[in-house]
């Protein structure tokens, strides 16, 4: 099993520009979430689904989305990279009951 | 709203030392409490975890902590610490609410001196 896979690992966006954070799984877990990490502040949710077809807001939700047409797949858009979105992004997912998050590598994103 | 505090954001240590880092949670209903650790460069991975039962919980690496539900907390405890172990560490609470998401606090970074 490859686990929790993120692509790119490394981006540098211009304000205004749209990207798309990739992230996979196959562990064929229901469960996945989109957390943020900048320095000193440890992981903030992003979004969050419990299942394919099914998303929820987490706490600072604000500049993205997602989607979830498949239980592998859960691609976090920014649409308008803004100066603040510079973080590092985590995907994790787990299966319902099983608790542990396993998380993917991370995706850093560096907005100028 | 559920939370999470740690109380040291550096802690720098020697080889053999002895390592606690502090960790307070708000809920005080049933929780489910973790440890992860960032090794530099690398991805979050799992220390330990309780659910219930012994409160005393061990993990990889020689690390242990123990819940005590009085005091909301959830402290990790080393009793000697090498080199490989300067990474950071989180602690995090399962969230009542956000379909099992995880609420980390900010983190400790520790660095230890060989």
């Known amino acids: 099993n490859a686990g929790v896979t993120q692509t790119p690992k490394f981006r540098i966006l211009k304000i205004g520009q749209s990207m798309t954070l990739q992230c996979t799984q196959d562990m064929n877990h229901n469960y996945m979430y989109w957390y943020r990490q900048d320095p000193g502040m440890g992981l903030k949710l992003i979004y969050y689904?419990?299942?394919?077809?099914?998303?929820d807001k987490g706490e600072v939700p604000n500049g993205y989305n997602v989607s979830r047409s498949t239980t592998e797949d859960f691609p976090l858009r920014l649409e308008l990279a803004a100066p603040s979105q510079t973080s590092v992004y985590f995907c994790a997912s787990t299966l319902q009951g099983q608790e542990t998050q396993y998380f993917g590598p991370g995706t850093r994103l560096l907005v100028l | 709203a559920q939370s999470v505090s740690q109380h040291n954001h550096h802690v720098i240590l020697s080889e053999a030392a002895s390592l606690e880092l502090g960790c307070n949670y708000s809920?005080?209903?049933?929780?489910?409490l973790f440890w992860y650790v960032q090794y530099p460069g690398q991805h979050l991975q799992l220390l330990l975890k309780?659910?219930?039962?012994?409160?005393l919980v061990k993990g990889i690496k020689g690390f242990e902590a123990e819940f005590i539900k009085s005091k909301f907390s959830f402290n990790l405890r080393k009793p000697s610490v090498q080199w490989s172990d300067t990474a950071e560490y989180f602690c995090a609470v399962k969230s009542n609410q956000a379909g099992t998401a995880l609420i980390f606090g900010k983190g400790t970074t520790l660095s230890v001196s060989s």
């Open positions: 809920y005080g209903g049933t929780v489910n």
């Open positions: 689904s419990v299942g394919a077809g099914i998303t």
């Open positions: 309780y659910f219930s039962g012994d409160p």
